[in-house]
């Protein structure tokens, strides 16, 4: 069945450092690839997408590409803030596996230190 | 922006009690989901509900039930409580089950089973 892998945390950088989150999938047919954000206290809120190979998702100066040959959507952004420190988690979405969910990846814990 | 609102922050109930856990979301999605969130393991599916009255498993079932009377609440139900619940529950609703559509997510109901 599907499944998505993430790097275990929790992952520590000063401010301004730069982030890479990775995470990989498994899928039967071609899903679309998410990521979530969760914050102390609060639910999961939708970061970026992309629906297809090679798309990049970016928001809020973080990037992800959708690289169908390493089956991977590594998160990125350039320069993190102590407000970027949350849980994020990866997850997919294939509707050709018969699953009508996402799954998600375990989540990994940021940490910004100023 | 869609709002999705669970009932509690915080449960606190005994075990062998019915606990209902309550959802409701303002933007007539067709979809809900229920999920658990737990220390390394992500969220993980519960149960999801396509229409008024229709539900599916997830991966986790077990020691749960749903109902749906209305498109705009999605009621998850622990029918005899036990510690091994004792989980942050979260509750989700998308416009539909394309694998676009991402899940818009309530702030989560941390639910202590003693």
């Known amino acids: 069945g599907d499944s998505v892998t993430q790097m275990e945390g929790p992952v520590t950088l000063s401010e301004e450092a730069f982030l890479t989150i990775n995470c990989t999938y498994t899928a039967t047919g071609y899903p679309s690839l998410f990521w979530y954000v969760q914050y102390p206290g609060e639910g999961l809120q939708l970061l970026l997408k992309?629906?297809?190979?090679?798309d990049k998702g970016s928001n809020k100066g973080f990037e992800a590409t959708y690289r169908k040959e390493t089956t991977s959507f590594h998160l990125e952004k350039g320069s993190v803030q102590v407000s970027d420190s949350a849980v994020y988690f990866c997850a997919l979405s294939d509707a050709k596996g018969g699953r009508r969910a996402l799954t998600f990846g375990s989540g990994t814990r940021l940490q910004v230190q100023p | 922006d869609v709002k999705v609102t669970q009932s509690s922050r915080y449960l606190v109930k005994r075990t062998g009690e019915k606990v209902f856990l309550e959802c409701v979301q303002d933007?007539?999605?067709?979809?809900m989901f229920w999920y658990r969130q737990d220390p390394g393991l992500g969220l993980r599916l519960i149960y999801f509900s396509y229409d008024v009255k229709m539900k599916e498993k997830g991966d986790i079932p077990e020691g749960y039930s749903v109902s749906r009377e209305k498109k705009e609440r999605f009621s998850l139900i622990l029918e005899s409580a036990s510690t091994n619940q004792t989980s942050m529950y979260l509750c989700?609703?998308?416009?539909?089950?394309?694998?676009?559509?991402?899940?818009?997510f309530g702030d989560g109901t941390r639910l202590s089973i003693l």
């Open positions: 989700a609703s998308s416009f539909s089950l394309g694998p676009n559509q991402p899940q818009h």
């Open positions: 933007m007539d999605h067709e979809n």
């Open positions: 992309a629906t297809k190979a090679d």
